[in-house]
């Protein structure tokens, strides 16, 4: 996870199914006549996401209305705005954050119609100086969220999912991993483990995969993480790609 980190040039972070993550710190700008308003940017993942399920402010859950405004816990309410980016490669930049910002200079934070993460999910959060709001500064942010959307060879479609097998051939095609083609996936045993880890076993899937990474790790250890989640084995033979969830094969 990178929660605590800040900078505008650090590793992107990977959601897999559904995790607690923190985010990295990329932008922090004051506005008002005593810089009352903090704005920050909290980017979670370099990809799109499916959703954020819920948003903590420190360790706590804060339910949100449809202008952005946290409504509880009540001691948030007029203090914390937080508006959610998905990380779409059509998002645009923030109308409120444009606005808001326009008085200042570029060097200070002017954020601009230009600012657009595409491709990066992300909070905007406003905070309003409050003493009985923050009385131990200002609070950390986090999120449990529903990660990347994965490709399905079997139903030839793309879509959010803890599936193990979809998830580690995501990543043996992603640019950010293994980046091998198509052809080089036997999507057979692909679809195979898949169906393995979907199985029902009292009324749970067999396996799931929920968790996340950065992009420097090294690919024999995210590769090897993601086989953990369905007890697998993964490995090259006949030009192809392969891999196999754990089940019992009857001798």
Known sequence: SLAGESGSALDHQIIYGR?????????????GGNNDFLHRI????????????????????????????VTSPARYNGFVRIKRY?????QTADADLVSET???????????????????AYLYVRFKYGQDAFPNGVPAVSATIKGKKVYNPDTATTAWSDNPALCLRDYLSSAYGLAQPDNRIEDTSVTTAADICDELVNGSKRYTCNGSFVTSSAPNQVVSDLLTSMGGLFWYSQGKWRMKAAAYVTP
């Open 102 to 120: 326009s008085g200042l200079p570029v060097s200070e934070g002017r954020w601009t119609t230009a600012h657009r993460l595409q491709g990066i």
């Open 86 to 90: 998905f990380g779409t490669t059509t």
């Open 42 to 69: 909290m980017a979670f993942a370099g990809h799109e996401i499916e959703s954020y399920d819920q948003i903590y402010l420190n360790d706590e859950v804060v339910t949100i209305d449809g202008s952005g405004n």
């Open 19 to 31: 995790a607690r993550v923190g985010g990295v710190r990329v932008y922090d700008a004051s506005t």
